[in-house]
C-alpha cells in the first residue's frame, strides 16, 4: 500500500516538471521518474526485511493529528494525506521550474520529500530517559545547567572556538618553515586535527563529565528516516546554492569570484587528506555546531532560536578565511538548511548525513 501510495504521488512531479520548466525531454523525466519509483521500492523492501514491517510512521490519521492539521484532517486522513503530497507535487516543480532547475532532479527532489513523509513518526521526537535513572532529562522549554557546569563551558568552548581559524596559526608557520608544507595542505592537516579532536571530546564529555545520554546532543541510533532528509536536505542545499549563485552573478560578483579561488585552493590539497578533511569536517561541524553548542546554549539562555542563532553564526564566520568575506555568505543559505533540519527532526545523524554528501562529492565532481 505504501508503495502504491508513493507510485500515485511521484506522478505529480512527472507532469509537473514537464509543465513548469523549458526541458521537452520528456523520456528524460519518465526515466527519473521510473528510477526513483525503483529507488522507493528498494527502500520499502529493505524497511520490510529490517522492521519486519514496522516503521516509525503511525496510521495516517495519527500522523496528521500529531502535527496539528485541522478536524478534517482527523476525520478524512486518506483525504488529508493525498491532498498534502498532491499540493507538495505542485509547490515543488513550480520552485524548481522558477530557478530552471533540471526537471529530472526536480521529480526525484519530490520523490525523496514524499517518501520522507511517509516515514514521519506518529510523534516528534523527544530525549529519551536515561535508563539508569540517575539523571533526569530537561524539559524542552526549561532552562538547565549540568551538575558539573564547568564540563559544559568547557565543551561550549570546544565546540564553538575550535573551528576558529586563529588558533591554528602557531602550528601552521610550523608546518610551513620546517616541515616544508603547502600552505593550505598544513592548513587542512591542521583543521583536520582539530576536528577529530572536537569528534572525540565532546562525547566525552557528554557522557563521562556531563553524565547525559548522547540524545542529549541529537545523536541516535540512525534510521532509514535519517538518510532520506539527510538526502533531501542535500538535493535542497544544492537548489539552494544554484539560486544564490545566479543571484551573486548579478549582484555580488566578488562572491563568485572568491567562491572559485577557494575551491582552486582546495583541489592543491591531496586527494587523501582532501577526503579526510571533508569527513571530519561533516561530522565536527555537526556534533559541535548542531548537536553540542545548540542544545547547551537552548538550555542556559532558555530560547531555541537564541541557542541555534549563535552557533549558526559562529560556523559561517569560519568559512571567512578560505572562501572570503563574501563568498561566506554563500555558504549561509546552505548552512541554515542544516540548522532547520536538525530543529524539524532533532537528528544529529541526518544532518551529519546531509552535510557529508555535500562535502565529499564535490572532491570527485
Same mark, same amino acid.
Given at each position: ?48 526485511l529490517v522492521w519486519r514491517g514496522s ?93 558539573? +557546569?564547568? =564540563?559544559?563551558?568547557?565543551?561550549? @568552548?570546544?565546540?564553538? *572556538?575550535?573551528?576558529?581559524? &586563529?588558533?591554528?596559526?602557531? /602550528? $601552521? ?9 603547502s600552505p593550505m595542505s598544513a592548513w ?64 555580488? +560578483?566578488? =562572491?563568485?569570484?572568491?567562491?572559485? @579561488?577557494?575551491?582552486? *585552493?582546495?583541489?592543491?590539497? &591531496?586527494?587523501?587528506?582532501? /577526503? $579526510? ?23 542556559i539562555v532558555g530560547s531555541t532560536w ?60
Amino acid at each position: 500500500m505504501l508503495y502504491i501510495w508513493a507510485t500515485v504521488w511521484t506522478a505529480f512531479p512527472f507532469v509537473g516538471t514537464l509543465a513548469a520548466t523549458d526541458d521537452n525531454r520528456w523520456f528524460v523525466v519518465f526515466i527519473s521518474w521510473f528510477g526513483a519509483l525503483l529507488t522507493i521500492l528498494v527502500l520499502v523492501f529493505l524497511t520490510v526485511l529490517v522492521w519486519r514491517g514496522s516503521t516509525d510512521s503511525g496510521a495516517e490519521s495519527t500522523r496528521m493529528a500529531s502535527y496539528g492539521f485541522p478536524r478534517l484532517a482527523r476525520a478524512h486522513p486518506v483525504l488529508a494525506e493525498f491532498g498534502a503530497l498532491a499540493l507538495l507535487g505542485i509547490v515543488v516543480p513550480s520552485i524548481c521550474g522558477r530557478i530552471r532547475y533540471p526537471a529530472a532532479l526536480s521529480a526525484a527532489l519530490y520523490a525523496v520529500l514524499a517518501y520522507g513523509y511517509l516515514l514521519q513518526p506518529t510523534e516528534p521526537a523527544r530525549e529519551k530517559p536515561d535508563p539508569t535513572g540517575t539523571v533526569r532529562s530537561p524539559l524542552p522549554a526549561q532552562r538547565y545547567w549540568s551538575s558539573t +557546569p564547568l =564540563a559544559t563551558l568547557v565543551g561550549l @568552548a570546544i565546540a564553538l *572556538l575550535f573551528p576558529m581559524p &586563529p588558533y591554528r596559526q602557531p /602550528l $601552521l608557520h610550523l608546518l610551513i618553515v620546517y616541515a616544508g608544507v603547502s600552505p593550505m595542505s598544513a592548513w587542512e592537516m591542521i583543521g583536520t586535527v582539530f576536528k577529530i579532536t572536537t569528534i572525540a571530546a565532546i562525547p566525552f564529555i557528554v557522557i563521562q563529565r556531563e553524565r547525559r545520554p548522547l540524545e542529549s546532543i541529537g545523536w541516535r541510533t540512525p534510521r532509514l528516516k535519517d538518510v532520506v532528509f539527510g538526502v533531501a536536505a542535500f538535493l535542497m542545499m544544492q537548489e539552494v546554492y544554484l539560486l544564490t549563485w545566479s543571484l551573486a552573478l548579478n549582484a555580488i +560578483p566578488s =562572491a563568485v569570484a572568491e567562491t572559485r @579561488a577557494g575551491n582552486v *585552493l582546495y583541489r592543491s590539497v &591531496p586527494l587523501s587528506l582532501s /577526503l $579526510l578533511g571533508a569527513i571530519a569536517n561533516a561530522i565536527a561541524e555537526e556534533v559541535g555546531f548542531r548537536g553540542y553548542a545548540l542544545e547547551r546554549l537552548r538550555e542556559i539562555v532558555g530560547s531555541t532560536w537564541l541557542g541555534a542563532g549563535i552557533p549558526y553564526v559562529v560556523e559561517v564566520l569560519c568559512h571567512a578565511p578560505t572562501w572570503g568575506f563574501h563568498g561566506m555568505l554563500l555558504k549561509a543559505p546552505m548552512l541554515l538548511i542544516l540548522v532547520l533540519l536538525y530543529l524539524w527532526q532533532r537528528s544529529l545523524a541526518a544532518c551529519i548525513f546531509a552535510h557529508l554528501v555535500a562535502d565529499v562529492i564535490p572532491i570527485f565532481w
